[in-house]
């Protein structure tokens, strides 16, 4: 069953959503270190209290602009608060939304990172799936590992 309370989020010019249960931290933008070879998507490594977790750009897994700024913020998603699998980077947290399970649409088609849409009193806000999300960064950060 899908939660029912959700951070929303702005990447590029489009409101998302994710599940609170998943967020484990919101961090203004950390020092980020780059891979070489890594895919545009991915922005670097994030050091998050001695683990190192990839950090995906929000902005090319949603087909947004990306416009990286000083003021962008980093999303720690994981399910396990002793293990972090990922930094989500956007441009803005706003903040946690608490839904009715009427407001969530599973969505069949769309992209593979989005999982429902979540009907709010301003409209439409796509939700993500966590999941897809980790399995993506580990899909592309992996041609970037050193062996």
Known sequence: MMSHTFVTFRAGNQIFALA???????????????VAGAPPAIAGLLDFHGRLIPVLIGHYLLE?????HLNSMVMILGVDVDQPQLGLLVDEVFGVYQAQPADLIPLALGSHVLAASLRTHDGIIPVLDPESLAMYAQAVAAPARVA
Not at 20 to 34: C, F, G, N
Not at 64 to 68: K, M, R, S
């Open 64 to 68: 947004q602009p990306v416009n990286i």
């Open 20 to 34: 609170l249960s998943v967020v484990q931290q919101v961090v203004r933008l950390p020092a980020i270190t780059p």
